[in-house]
């Protein structure tokens, strides 16, 4: 007998169409989107940032997804293309790129994104040829595992013109977010984007209620709202500044949809690696041995596109020449020749050569570190070649006169491009 809740969301689902924003620059991950956009960059080991919104499309089957692409999106375009590839027009699935193309002038001279409701505006007729029951809005550059489905059916059911999906967060972080007040029925009653005195959880006076960005519109109400937004002089056409409370100051019903883990009823994982400490320590996490996010879970999978590459391989085992890995994730392609790494995840085709050490770093794809190096508390970035005997992540000092980047948290940054490897593309 079929499951009547697994249909009704199916049938929600199959009337909903994705809209993944994935045009942001993310400036504060310094130089790793010098020449990629926040969503195209490595995670996890053999992942990009893009590829979590568009699994958990995929395993909530919502089945029709627009990218709205803009800053630097070539390798993003690349990996989409070949990863992504594989649904079915003629069952009226897609995933479609749709790259800023100044499609509406608004009054003004042609222009690019003006802010995130602005670039749903400018795409308002491929909407519109689409025909949705839903509209779903989602940041391309944010990592966690997310039913859809779920949070569509709460949306129905609460009669809302829109739902917002929220996390707690600690009231010292607040700044950084959109942050909203609910009723005891979930509906928010207040909303300010980056307050500089954010307003706590009732109660609590440490934790504060943030939008995680993500919203679901009934398509009608959606259009409305932009048609709006676009003819209000001095709006930024973004939704968490203008959109949201004006709706909520207009008396619509705007509800909230709390992020917690249905087996655990405690609150999800969710990241924005927005700063290169972010992403240290986010990537860091996964080496656990159990880490709050789960990659080896089968029932909700991360799909990526990868290229074929043989397994990871563990040379020499002499006493001063031992290749080993510890407490680390190493992905295929790699090559630790007579190295040793300890509590690091090195990303596909990395080669350690002999006599280095590798300690809490993240290394991305195709790096190679020569030999008797030693790198601790870094991030390299893709087609670095460490010289010999280099040391990174030793002395903050020596990095910095080095031209390499040093966080506030410690961590060091380095490119290819630091290094006077002139490598202008990051694919």
Not at 36 to 59: E, Q, T, W, Y
Not at 89 to 108: K, S
Not at 166 to 182: L, N
């Amino acid at each position: 007998m079929p499951d009547p809740k697994s249909f009704y969301q199916h049938r929600l689902v199959n009337n909903t169409l994705a809209l993944i924003l994935a045009g942001g620059r993310g400036s504060r991950l310094m130089h790793l989107t010098s020449w990629r956009a926040k969503p195209a960059v490595h995670f996890g080991g053999k992942f990009r940032i893009i590829d979590f919104p568009l699994s958990n499309c995929m395993n909530s089957g919502i089945r029709k997804i627009g990218v709205l692409t803009q800053y630097k999106a070539h390798s993003l375009i690349l990996h989409i293309q070949k990863g992504w590839g594989f649904l079915r027009g003629e069952f009226g699935e897609f995933i479609e790129l749709w790259p800023a193309q100044q499609r509406i002038e608004r009054n003004r001279d042609a222009a690019w994104y003006a802010g995130t409701a602005d670039a749903v505006y400018q795409n308002v007729d491929i909407i519109r040829n689409h025909k949705p029951e839903y509209v779903l809005i989602l940041a391309g550059d944010h990592v966690y595992k997310m039913d859809y489905g779920t949070m569509i059916a709460h949306h129905v059911e609460s009669a809302a013109d829109v739902t917002i999906a929220c996390i707690e967060v600690e009231r010292e972080r607040a700044r950084e977010f959109g942050i909203v007040a609910v009723d005891d029925n979930g509906r928010i009653t207040d909303f300010h984007e980056k307050p500089s005195d954010p307003r706590t959880i009732p109660g609590r006076p440490d934790t504060c209620l943030a939008s995680m960005g993500i919203y679901i519109f009934n398509c009608d109400f959606l259009f409305e709202q932009l048609f709006k937004d676009a003819d209000t002089p001095r709006s930024s056409h973004d939704f968490g500044k203008n959109i949201i409370p004006s709706i909520i100051a207009s008396g619509y019903r705007v509800h909230a949809f709390p992020f917690i883990d249905p087996t655990s009823g405690v609150q999800a994982y969710w990241r924005d690696v927005g700063t290169v400490d972010a992403f240290w320590e986010a990537n860091l996490e996964l080496i656990g041995v159990t880490p709050p996010l789960n990659l080896y879970d089968q029932t909700w999978s991360i799909w990526t596109y990868q290229v074929q590459l043989p397994p990871a391989k563990f040379v020499f085992d002499d006493e001063d020449r031992r290749g080993m890995a510890v407490d680390s994730m190493v992905s295929g392609g790699c090559i630790i020749s007579g190295a040793v790494v300890r509590h690091s995840l090195l990303f596909s085709s990395v080669r350690v050569n002999s006599y280095s050490y590798v300690q809490d770093s993240v290394i991305l794809p195709d790096v190679e570190i020569g030999r008797n190096c030693e790198i601790r508390n870094a991030v390299i970035d893709r087609f670095c070649q460490i010289d010999e005997g280099m040391q990174i992540g030793v002395d903050p000092v020596a990095d910095r006169e080095r031209g390499f980047h040093v966080t506030a948290g410690g961590v060091t940054l380095v490119t290819p491009d630091m290094l006077g490897q002139q490598i202008n593309f990051h694919r």
